[in-house]
């Protein structure tokens, strides 16, 4: 069974600083997934990766499919970043994802 | 941009009764999914759900539980008869357009808490 591990847990950061959430899985992949957690509960998609790197704004995530790991990257932090951020990973089939336990990120202004 | 709705927001009910978590997925996309998140756990997933058939379901999706598609919109959960540690948040989600494996478009759940 595939372990999701996240580091750090928990950060604080300065608005404007440049963040990095780190997602290390112990089994191949067919995809990972980074999710942004709002404080009231909602979920939403960020990134979806099965290789290589992408961009959404001042989000970047890239995926080491040989080291197992991937990283997400916030430039320029706000503090509306401020969120849980929870890596997942699927095996063959989409949708049976393995959630890590997030990484809960606070950016003060 | 079109959502994955969920109702209620909030459930309250009691030991034993039967509860009926609603969502409607996205139009014209193929797959749909509930995952439940313990209050401070992550996030666990309890099934999927393609073609009209449950396609994989998790050691925690067990006979209390079943999902139906009932008119082509709705996607549900039920939860037969409750118990206090099904107290959580359920998520739906739904993906795939194509087919091909796609980013997953969660709703904002429904926090059931069984008392």
Redesign the interface.
């Given at each position: 069974k595939n372990e999701v591990e996240q580091s750090p847990q928990n950060l604080t950061a300065q608005e404007g600083e440049f963040i990095t959430i780190n997602c290390s899985y112990s089994v191949g992949i067919s995809a990972l997934h980074w999710l942004q957690q709002h404080p009231g509960g909602g979920i939403v998609s960020l990134f979806m990766l099965s290789s290589g790197k992408k961009k959404h704004g001042r989000l970047i995530a890239t995926i080491n499919i040989q080291e197992k790991h991937s990283s997400l990257h916030i430039t320029a932090s706000h503090p509306r970043d401020s969120a849980v951020y929870i890596c997942a990973v699927s095996g063959g089939s989409q949708g049976n994802l393995i959630f890590g336990k997030g990484t809960k990120l606070s950016v003060k202004p | 941009e079109p959502e994955v709705t969920q109702t209620p927001s909030h459930q309250v009910t009691q030991m034993g009764q039967e509860v009926i978590l609603r969502c409607v997925p996205i139009s014209n996309h193929l797959?749909f999914?509930w995952?439940r998140?313990i209050l401070g756990?992550?996030?666990?997933?309890l099934v999927?759900f393609y073609n009209n058939e449950i396609?994989?379901k998790?050691e925690i999706f067990d006979d209390q539980f079943s999902v139906e598609r009932p008119d082509g919109s709705n996607f549900t959960l039920k939860i037969r008869s409750t118990k206090l540690e099904d107290s959580a948040?359920y998520?739906c989600?739904s993906?795939?357009r194509t087919g091909a494996?796609?980013?997953?478009?969660?709703?904002?759940?429904t926090?059931l808490t069984v008392t």
């Open positions: - | 797959y999914y995952y998140q756990q992550k996030v666990e997933f999927s396609s994989e998790s948040m998520f989600a993906s795939g494996p796609s980013p997953l478009h969660f709703g904002n759940g926090r």
